[in-house]
């Protein structure tokens, strides 16, 4: 007998395959029966080879545990044709077309021979092999620029293959040279739902020569490959392209911005990999979950892996997290998420990457925590790179980026070990700071540190509670670390160097409240003494201007601890109460305006100079290399002494 080949499932069109088979529920069975080779070659008729011309044979009065090589057409005519038991029909390069077979009990098909044309009664036949291969035109896939009712019959035939397959035990798909138009766009329908859905406890297989095209289409919300309500599945390989540039906008009354490659839909254990997503209407990758966190039927997003992708052009983000836990979003690479095209202006946020789960007015709808984004590569973004808006336990680690990294409200997150670089078309975007973290009130315990920032405006703003930020190189940025309302923080341990004119290391924005702030002083992470700030910048390495208190904190708003301020213009304190500066090394002046409550204490200091409106201040063992200020000697008794 010849080497036969794996064998594959094909999915029936426009006809319920169930609805065929026996009713009597013990001819059934749920797991395709092992067929073995049959090595005895009885009843085999293997004489014709050419596989496109009519067999010289049929299958009609076939004797019970008879095997057919088909390797060649036979044609059933319309016939409903009844086979024995025991039979086995294997593929070679042949086909059975026009009819009907009806199989007994302990009877198996390769699965290459079941086609568009042929039904399959009786008795669900056995397979040889759980891998199928799909071949799209044995199966009416029209390929190319078609109407929509192709476009739809397109979509219908792999879904209804997907899931024949899944029936009949098929749990790897492999799609091959394939390049078609998909329309999965139903106005009253869940986008999801209509979209080209895979399987639970599936495989499907992509490759370079997979092209699966969204048809151009009206509705806002359109998704072309869903996985929805499903688990233990992998999507792999292909190339998935929406349709932004060639989507209808005319109905303006909606930003038609939620057009999606793929969503993940309350499904578990899920892979997404290897895979090309260009030209999303919305999102290149949706994930959310099914109900709100407050509805009996909510079920979220467990469990996903999206890694080794990459994500072209998406119109408004590359993914959206908007509800799931324990997802991992690694090796990816995202590249102009947001941004316009000649034909489709880009769309808010314009982000690679959003997490963002909705809560409004202390009710949550949404849930998206216990993240990892780690490892991926990040250009061209409108807007930004990855942003944590709403979502709590999120790592951002390793990546490689141009624009920003960001969060606006969470809880025990993390950005750490990215490499942020900026360049002329990232500030041509208006990307002003490297890494924010900027809190909204229920943002609290975060930590940024071991990043690597270049040439921002800002390198990291911060204003956040008990934020920890160290152990981080910010380089050639306009302001090293900018600070906003913050409270319960620590600073320590950063490098900030900058040959940028003007350039300033540690400022605040003025008037925000400040409470509590110890900078190059306090624990890391491993409860060790902290590391000193090293400050080497052109223009003046701290700036204090305005710093309020928060209401009924008697702690003091700053304290300044062991920093090393290499070079730089004067250190400016102005309009600020209850800090401490003591043990550092400051190559540079000291200027203080209206400043009380303050305590400075064994720095090496160039100069001190202290202007109108100071107060209550402890000026001791310092050592300062200019004569100290005769207004100084006015204010305090001192024990500072001059080098």
């Known amino acids: 007998m010849k080497k036969l080949k794996n064998l594959m499932l094909v999915a029936l069109i426009g006809m319920s395959v169930l609805g065929t088979w026996s009713c009597n529920n013990e001819e059934l069975y749920e797991e395709p029966l092992a067929v073995m080779e049959d090595e005895s070659n009885e009843d085999v008729d293997d004489a014709v080879t050419d596989v496109n011309s009519p067999c010289d044979f049929t299958l009609e009065n076939l004797e019970a545990n008879s095997t057919v090589v088909v390797n060649c057409i036979i044609d059933l005519q319309g016939e409903s044709l009844d086979l024995p038991e025991n039979v086995t029909l294997l593929y070679e390069g042949g086909d059975i077309i026009n009819g009907t077979l009806v199989f007994s009990e302990g009877s198996s098909i390769d699965g290459d021979l079941l086609g568009n044309t042929l039904e399959v009664g009786g008795t669900k036949p056995a397979l040889r092999d759980t891998a199928f291969a799909f071949d799209p035109k044995r199966w009416g896939i029209v390929e190319g620029v078609v109407s929509d009712e192709v476009a739809f019959s397109n979509r219908d035939i792999l879904e209804n293959t997907m899931e024949l397959a899944k029936q009949y035990g098929i749990d790897t798909f492999k799609i091959d040279e394939m390049d078609a138009y998909f329309k999965t766009d139903h106005i009253t329908d869940h986008p999801a739902e209509t979209a080209i859905n895979v399987p639970s406890d599936f495989h499907l297989i992509m490759t370079d020569n997979t092209h699966l095209r969204q048809q151009p289409n009206a509705n806002k919300r359109a998704t072309l490959l869903a996985a929805y309500l499903i688990s233990n599945t992998i999507i792999e390989g292909g190339n998935l392209h929406g349709d932004r540039d060639t989507h209808d906008y005319s109905d303006t009354s909606t930003s038609q911005e939620w057009g999606h490659c793929i969503r993940v839909g309350a499904s578990k254990n899920v892979i997404i990999k290897n895979m090309n997503i260009y030209d999303a209407g919305g999102d290149g990758i949706d994930i959310h979950a099914y109900g709100h966190a407050y509805n009996s039927h909510y079920t979220y997003t467990e469990n996903l892996l999206i890694t080794n992708n990459k994500i072209y052009r998406s119109r408004r983000n590359g993914i959206s997290i908007t509800d799931g836990r324990n997802i991992v979003i690694e090796d990816n690479e995202f ?41 991926n590569v990040e250009r061209g973004s409108k807007y930004g790179g990855f942003i944590i808006h709403t979502g709590d336990r999120v790592t951002i680690d390793g990546n490689t980026m141009e624009n920003s990294i960001a969060y606006a409200g969470t809880i025990g997150s993390v950005i750490k070990n990215n490499n942020l670089k900026s360049n002329s078309e990232t500030a041509l975007r208006g990307q002003t700071t490297g890494i924010i973290a900027q809190n909204k009130a229920s943002s609290k315990d975060n930590s940024v540190y071991g990043n690597t920032v270049y040439g921002y405006p800002i390198g990291i703003k911060v204003g956040d509670t008990n934020l920890n930020v160290y152990n981080n190189n910010i380089l050639e940025c306009a302001v090293g670390i900018s600070l906003n309302t913050s409270k319960d923080s620590r600073i320590y341990g950063n490098t900030i160097k900058s040959t940028t004119a003007n350039s300033r290391g540690i400022s605040n924005h003025t008037h925000d409240y400040i409470s509590n702030l110890i900078i190059g002083s306090g624990l890391d ?20 201007n305005g710093i309020k208190e928060i209401e009924n904190s008697d702690t003091h708003s700053i304290i300044i601890k062991n920093n090393i301020i290499e070079n730089g213009a004067n250190l400016w304190l102005i309009d600020i109460n209850n800090f401490e500066m003591h043990d550092n090394v400051i190559n540079t002046d000291i200027r203080a305006i209206d400043i009380a409550n303050a305590s400075i204490t064994g720095n090496f200091i160039e100069d001190f100079k202290i202007g109108d409106g100071c107060s209550n201040l402890n000026i001791e063992n310092n050592t300062v290399c200019l004569s100290l200020a005769s207004d100084i000697l006015k204010l305090i008794n001192i024990n500072n002494t001059c080098k």
Not at 525 to 544: L, T
Request: proline fraction near 2%; hydrophobic fraction near 45%.
């Open 335 to 375: 590249i102009d998420s947001g941004v316009s095209t000649s034909l489709s202006g880009g769309v808010a946020p314009g982000w690679a990457i959003d997490v963002e789960a909705v809560r409004n007015s202390g009710v949550i709808f949404e849930i998206a925590e216990d993240i990892l984004i780690k490892n």
């Open 525 to 544: 992470e491993n409860n060790e003494s902290a590391k000193s700030n090293v400050i080497d910048v052109v223009g003046n390495a701290i700036v204090f």
